[in-house]
């Protein structure tokens, strides 16, 4: 058990609509980072909190955000679902503000329909 | 782009050893990852190269040469459950502090 943890673990949705995937990071990390796995692309980076801020962007849509909170863990918003957006999405946390030390969280699987 | 470029796939047999190789650009390198992903499953850490050289740890093996952009991963004394994809990952400085992943190589033991 890495002890990041993500909820939900499925989640189910229709296209247009609004969801929010949380994600608690190991106790003592400051970094969350927010990847994207669909079957064609691969897992992609899509953005990085570090002590509450932003510290980097990869393919991250406009119609997704996210935040770290004070407590540190972090929520990464999906607005107006397309059907292409299924897909895992896992949540990963590191000590600092770089990746040496990072562990996955299992996951939310989510699906557009 | 920072390209990562790894085999899609590869077959083995128990007992056998195996090479994956992976390329990357060069510019802006700040370290190298290897995982482990069995299907449905998050990826787990098996190894991490920023110097040039040979880093062992078990059956795995991961080497790294920073003037080539060359890595690869060897497993030793295949068995079974090795069998899933293994992801290669870099650290860029452009890409702020985060991991840029590789496609994965799918890697399929048989007895």
């Known amino acids: 058990d890495s002890g990041v943890t993500q909820t939900p673990k499925h989640l189910i949705t229709a296209t247009g609509q609004r969801v929010t995937l949380r994600c608690s990071p190991r106790?003592?990390?400051?970094?969350v980072y927010w990847y994207q796995q669909s079957l064609d692309q691969g897992l992609q980076f899509l953005i990085q909190?570090?002590?509450?801020?932003?510290?980097a962007k990869g393919n991250i849509l406009e119609r997704f955000s996210a935040q770290q909170f004070p407590d540190l863990h972090s929520e990464l918003n999906l607005s107006s679902l397309e059907l292409g957006d299924s897909a895992l999405y896992f949540c990963?946390?590191?000590?600092?503000?770089?990746?040496?030390?990072?562990?996955f969280g299992p996951g939310t699987r989510l699906l557009v329909l | 782009g920072q390209n990562i470029d790894q085999p899609t796939e590869m077959t083995a047999t128990e007992g056998a050893i195996v090479q994956i190789n992976c390329t990357y650009q060069?510019?802006?390198?700040?370290?190298l990852f290897w995982y482990q992903q069995h299907a449905g499953e998050a990826p787990t850490f098996l190894s991490y190269?920023?110097?040039?050289g040979l880093e062992e740890k078990g059956r795995f093996s991961s080497f790294l040469s920073r003037s080539k952009g060359y890595s690869y991963l060897l497993l030793k004394e295949l068995q079974m459950k090795d069998s899933a994809s293994y992801l290669c990952?870099?650290?860029?400085?452009?890409?702020?502090?985060?991991?840029?992943f590789g496609k994965g190589t799918t890697l399929s033991v048989s007895s």
């Open positions: 990963a946390s590191s000590e600092d503000s770089t990746p040496r030390d990072n562990d």
């Open positions: 106790s003592g990390d400051l970094s």
């Open positions: 909190y570090y002590n509450g801020e932003e510290r």
């Open positions: 060069t510019s802006g390198f700040n370290g």
């Open positions: 190269n920023v110097l040039d």
């Open positions: 990952a870099v650290v860029y400085y452009q890409a702020g502090t985060a991991l840029i």
